[in-house]
């Protein structure tokens, strides 16, 4: 058997600067809003949109989706079938699971610190709701990228997307472009 010694200081040193670590994902708002800031009616989106739901489907799917518990209760099960959820709540023992892989926590920094780390493939973990988690998450600084559904059309609703900070994020680049809606991506411009 061939036992070699330990590396030295400048040995692991060297091993780290040639293989560091990869980055902790980027945090990313995921979101579709009308133009008067509506993101929900009675618990529902006030809108079907065929292409917007496929789009959230295509970019989430096989990701961390951290979500509020009100947001978590009105989504289909089977989003959860595909996506490892991080839900925010006070009380998670009442909510019931669905899917396969599930994380709870009553501390936002923290759901999303452990879903940047642990569960980043590759590379983004997603922020979906609700208004009050995207509030929190804008307002702690934890969101790197806004990635929005730009609805056309003004819907009436009961929920609304929270004011994002002036000067936060830059004015956004229209990343595709659909009949009813735009998908904009907004970066964040100051450093977190």
């Known amino acids: 058997m061939d036992i070699k010694p330990p590396l030295t200081r ?3 040193a060297e091993r780290a600067r040639l293989n560091p670590p990869p980055p902790p994902a980027k945090v990313v708002l995921i979101t579709a809003r009308s133009p008067n800031g509506v993101i929900g009616m009675e618990g529902n989106l006030p809108w079907m ?9 295509r970019v ?11 947001t978590y209760r009105s989504m289909p099960a089977i989003v959860w079938q595909t996506r490892i959820a991080h839900v925010l709540s006070r ?14 926590a009553s501390c936002l ?9 642990n569960y980043a493939a590759p590379g983004e973990v997603y922020i979906g709701g609700g208004a009050e988690v995207y509030a929190l998450a804008l307002q702690l600084g ?3 990228e806004m990635l929005i559904s730009e609805i056309h059309q003004n819907y009436i609703g009961d929920v609304f997307f929270p004011p994002v900070p002036e000067g936060m994020f830059d004015a956004g680049t229209v ?18």
């Open 49 to 57: 949109i065929r292409e917007d739901l496929q789009h959230f489907k």
């Open 10 to 12: 400048e040995e692991v």
């Open 60 to 70: 989430t799917t096989g990701k961390a989706l951290i979500v509020g518990s009100r």
């Open 142 to 144: 934890l969101v790197d």
């Open 91 to 104: 009380n998670w023992q009442a909510l019931e699971v669905h899917g396969n892989e599930h994380h709870f």
């Open 109 to 117: 920094a923290g759901l999303v610190n452990s879903a940047r780390h």
């Open 175 to 192: 990343e595709a472009e659909y009949p009813e809606f735009n998908v904009v991506r907004y970066r964040r411009l100051v450093a977190n």
